[in-house]
Every structure is written in structure tokens, then in C-alpha cells.
């Protein structure tokens, strides 16, 4: 009998019923998915993230007021009939792309009670195989990818696989920070456990858990098992703590590409600049502008 082949990640979900109060007023009738980074929306960065990891199969947890993410990725074609009678075909190109990156689905989260209560919307559309967990307010650096060393680990595991950054160590209260043992695989740790949020001087490490998890479907019952934690909120740390203690494998990676974090306003503000920067089109001129805005503040 051959062995079983291990069961990969094929779907992501993307969570993102929240009501984004850091950003309003501007949030009240758009989406936080849908601020522009430069001329794409965040939400489009990570389905890109997704589909670059060979991931064309999203589910998005919408709530209230949210319907317009999905409508940035279906087929516009009074707009692309209007581009392309005018000439105008590279963005032509990028309007047809968003509707050519993945299949879009969505589930509706009446009430955002936690992270863990988002993912657990996810179970009749994944079913019994591992899936991808990408929050809805950051991404990573498109030349240094993550995703597919992380789907790679946990079908090789079965088990769950986080993403971890460095932190410096007075910054550990702010994250959930793992305590880990060494792998020999060099950025690969073995988690021995995770802390929310611990006070400085007390973090078991300086590796903070970010937005990014690739999950087996045993995580609906451990959600289902947990019980409501912090704001009354289902946490998806606990549940992952459960499956834990009850010996499901943990890994982590520890990634040392650019996470731009655009879940507060100073975040997404500095992920606009540096990406503006790094475009042909844009950045020459920009970064001169800028250079001549920073001078003129010293002055």
C-alpha cells in the first residue's frame, strides 16, 4: 500500500468583518480592506500574497457594509470596454487582473466576536483539509515570499504553522509572543507555547506572532471547545493553546522579508511611502519630493 500523500493547503480565508475604529471616519462607508496602497487596495495585496503561493481559492468574512471588497474582484466591463476604446490598456490590464487572481467567496459574520469566531465560520467551505489564515491588515514583501514555505511545512507536520518577526524587547506587550526550541532548520522553531501579550521583561522570546497561519481542520472543534476569552471574545490563540496542550505539532517561521502592517494609521501611512518609493513610475519623483519635505521640516 502506498503512503498517503499529505493533504495541502489549496483554500485561504481572510477575516475581515471588523469595524475599523483606528480609521474612521474614513471606514464608516469604505471598507479598511479597501484604503489604497498607492493605487491597489490592501485587500488586493493579500489575495496577490495568496495567489503567488499557488492559492486561487478565497474566502473573505464579511460583515455589515462590506459587500464592496467583493466587488473589486468581479469583471467590470462598462469600465474595461471604456479603457479599451480608449487605448488605454495597461489599465486595462490591472482592472481584468483583480478578477483573474482567485475565486472569491464570501460568509457573513453577524457580529465580529473574536478572531477564533471569524475562522470558525470557514468550516463548511474547507471542509476536512488544511487551510491558510491571512488577516486582512497586512502583507509581506512579494519577493521574499512566506506562504509557501509555511504550506510546505505544515503538510509535511500536519499540524498548525505560524509566522513570527523579531521584535526588539520592550515592544513583547504588545503581541503574542511564542516560547520555542530550536529545530536545526535554520528561521524553523518548534512552538512550546504562546503568551498574549506578556509584560516587558517577562516574554519567553522576542518572536511575536503575525498575521499569517496555516491551519488543519482539527482548529473548528479546539474553537468550538473554547471558551470566550478577553472583550468576551472567542480567541483564535486559545484555541490553537488547546490543540496544543493536546499534542497537535506547532511550528513556526521566522520571517525576515518586509511585513507591511497596515492596521493603524502610522503603519499604512509608512507602507504607502515605502511602496510608492520602490515604483518605477512614481518613485524617482517621489522620493526627491519627499527628501525636500523632510529638509523643509528640519529647517
Not at 468574512?61 to 480608449?86: C, N, Q, W
Not at 521566522?254 to 515604483?279: F, H, N
Amino acid at each position: 500500500m502506498s503512503e498517503r500523500t499529505p493533504q495541502r493547503a489549496v483554500k485561504a480565508v481572510i477575516p475581515a468583518a471588523g469595524l475599523a475604529t483606528r480609521f474612521l471616519p474614513a471606514t464608516k462607508a469604505v471598507p479598511k480592506e479597501l484604503l489604497p496602497v498607492v493605487d491597489r487596495p490592501v485587500l488586493q495585496y493579500i489575495v496577490e500574497e495568496a495567489a503567488r503561493a499557488g492559492i486561487h481559492d478565497v474566502l473573505l468574512i464579511t460583515g455589515r457594509g462590506k459587500t464592496s471588497m467583493v466587488d473589486h474582484f468581479d469583471p467590470h466591463p462598462y469600465l474595461e470596454s471604456r479603457l479599451e476604446a480608449k487605448g488605454d490598456l495597461t489599465r486595462l490590464a490591472a482592472v481584468r487582473r483583480t478578477s483573474d487572481l482567485a475565486e472569491i467567496y464570501t460568509c457573513r459574520q453577524g457580529e465580529p466576536l473574536g478572531l477564533g469566531h471569524a475562522v470558525s465560520y470557514a468550516e463548511s467551505h474547507v471542509g476536512s483539509s488544511p487551510f491558510v489564515v491571512l488577516l486582512g491588515d497586512e502583507f509581506t514583501e512579494e519577493d521574499k515570499p512566506l506562504l509557501p514555505q509555511m504550506i510546505d511545512l505544515q503538510a509535511e507536520t500536519g499540524g498548525i504553522v505560524l509566522a513570527f518577526i523579531e521584535i526588539p524587547d520592550d515592544q513583547v506587550d504588545r503581541y503574542g509572543i511564542a516560547s520555542v526550541s530550536d529545530t536545526g532548520t535554520p528561521d524553523v522553531v518548534q512552538v512550546t507555547g504562546l503568551v498574549e501579550k506578556p509584560p516587558v521583561g517577562e516574554a519567553p522570546s522576542n518572536l511575536a506572532v503575525v498575521g499569517r497561519y496555516v491551519l488543519p481542520a482539527g482548529i473548528f472543534d479546539a474553537i468550538r471547545r473554547t471558551k470566550p476569552g478577553s472583550g468576551g471574545e472567542i480567541q483564535l490563540t486559545d484555541a490553537m493553546a488547546l490543540m496544543l496542550a493536546e499534542g497537535t505539532p506547532v511550528h513556526g517561521i521566522v520571517y525576515r522579508g518586509v511585513r507591511y502592517d497596515t492596521g493603524m494609521p502610522l503603519g499604512y501611512l509608512q507602507t504607502i511611502v515605502e511602496l510608492a518609493c520602490q515604483r518605477d513610475d512614481l518613485g524617482p519623483a517621489f522620493s526627491a519630493w519627499l527628501k525636500d519635505f523632510v529638509a523643509a521640516q528640519k529647517a
